[in-house]
């Protein structure tokens, strides 16, 4: 563990291949961080050992809020984390990742609304990175075409809300259509929903039990959702992968075909994994999103 002592203290981890290839930098989404998605292992296994056995060396941090990084204070009237805020963290993650390889340029392998994170990163910084992943990112749309959608509860101005194990595992089958067997077994989900609870040492102390989690992102979220841009697809030059689950509501098609169009730069590429939803990297289809990040990113490695 890499601690980055500047306020806030962020925990950041490597795991080194035995061929280096290239630094890749997981962004993480709004609920949960590395050691939750990257990191964690299924059987045995997990996302990191498969981007090392493809020469890829894996950095994963936790932005401030989650997991081993620092806490934000509580605050009832500003919420925590928003995109804006971050954007200074991941450039410290990433100018870390830099000072120990060289200087060469990173690869952002970025999760929902950390894609919206490591865009507007990829828009400011094009000279840092090599190649940029999204993988169910946020996409901003219209009220138009939110009007009967899914949007995320409003947070208040409350700075964080507690989330339930219930609460996640209502986000790994909602989108599954009705009949078919749920995409994270049941034996995976209690395991992942354990360490889930575990990674906020409160979350014993509230009932149900509950992680308190940055309200900021789902802000976000719904400001992207109401028309209002974080960041600008034009700017970014980056060879970049747009990976969605086919089953994926949060970023649905037109999303991700709006997406791809309006992306800067020449090399762009999007796939669309078979029964996936949003939480692809925790689900059965999980092989499929792995496989696909490592061609494209051996491709820009070469």
Same mark, same amino acid.
């Given at each position: ?122 828009? %400011?910084? /094009?000279?840092? *990175?090599?190649? $940029?992943?999204?993988? &169910?990112?946020?996409?901003?749309? =219209? #009220? !138009?075409?939110? @009007? ?26 909602? %989108?599954? /259509?009705?009949? *078919?067997?749920? $995409?994270?077994?049941? &034996?995976?989900?209690?395991?992942? =929903? #354990? !360490?889930?609870? @575990? ?104």
């Amino acid at each position: 563990m890499i601690k980055l002592m500047e306020t806030p203290m962020l925990a950041l981890q490597v795991r080194r291949a035995a061929r280096d290839l290239g630094d890749v930098i997981y962004v993480h989404g709004s609920t949960f961080g590395a050691d939750l998605s990257v990191f964690f292992a299924f059987d045995g296994r997990s996302w990191a050992d498969e981007l090392n056995d493809a020469g890829f060396n894996v950095w994963g941090f936790d932005f401030a809020g989650y997991g081993a990084s620092e806490r934000y204070p509580q605050d009832d009237a500003i919420p925590a984390g928003r995109l804006h805020d971050v954007q200074a963290q991941l450039h410290r993650v990433v100018r870390a990742v830099r000072e120990r390889n060289g200087g060469r340029p990173v690869m952002l392998l970025a999760h929902s609304w950390g894609g919206s994170v490591a865009a507007r990163y990829a828009g %400011d910084y /094009p000279q840092e *990175l090599s190649a $940029l992943v999204l993988f &169910a990112p946020i996409v901003t749309r =219209s #009220a !138009a075409m939110v @009007a009967g959608a899914y949007v995320p509860a409003a947070a208040g101005m409350a700075s964080h809300y507690p989330l339930t194990a219930w609460a996640q595992y209502r986000r790994f089958v909602e %989108d599954v /259509p009705r009949g *078919l067997p749920q $995409l994270l077994s049941e &034996a995976h989900f209690q395991h992942w =929903s #354990a !360490a889930f609870l @575990a990674s906020d040492t409160g979350a014993a102390t509230r009932t149900p039990p509950a992680v308190l989690t940055p309200a900021g992102p789902q802000i976000d979220v719904r400001a992207l959702w109401s028309g209002h841009a974080l960041y600008d697809p034009a700017r970014i030059g980056t060879p970049t992968l747009l990976v969605r689950g086919e089953w994926d509501s949060v970023c649905s098609e037109a999303d991700a075909v709006r997406l791809l169009t309006e992306l800067g730069g020449s090399i762009k590429v999007c796939k669309t994994i078979p029964r996936a939803t949003h939480l692809m990297h925790l689900e059965s289809s999980r092989g499929l999103l792995y496989n696909a990040v490592n061609a494209f990113l051996l491709r820009s490695s070469t």
